[in-house]
């Protein structure tokens, strides 16, 4: 006859380790949390800090191209002092977005577009 306690035992066994992961509870340390909070905060802060650099692109493009429109440069003309004013004038913007040549083309391009229309 079979040992009944070689059966059972494996059965609590595994009933033990079952009870024992159920009544684990997790705790978050505070150097954890802290930890959270600091990337959330980095990435959030990141984010401010493009917008700025995205919105100072945007308004050096529109100033440029305000002035151009208004001493009736060709487009040509008007896409390169355009393009120049902003290298100049937003130049920390221009290297953390660092935009290729063919998107601050076609931004300078619709924003001159736009100002001529109004």
């Known amino acids: 006859m079979d040992e009944p306690s ?3 035992a494996p059965a609590t066994e595994t009933h033990r380790a079952t009870k024992a992961s159920t009544n684990c509870s997790f705790v ?3 150097a954890l949390m802290a930890g959270l909070a600091t990337v959330r905060f980095q990435r959030w802060t990141g984010i401010q800090i493009e917008a700025r650099h995205r919105e100072a692109l945007h308004s050096a493009i529109m100033t440029a191209a305000r002035v151009a429109v208004a001493r009736g440069l060709t487009r040509e ?3 390169e002092f355009v393009a120049a004013y902003v290298h100049a004038s937003v130049p920390e913007a221009m290297k953390r977005l660092s935009p ?7 931004l300078v391009r619709s924003k001159l577009l736009e100002v001529a229309r109004h």
């Open 6 to 8: 070689s059966k059972v």
């Open 28 to 30: 978050i340390s505070p």
């Open 100 to 106: 290729s040549t063919d998107t601050l083309d076609r």
């Open 77 to 79: 003309v008007a896409t």
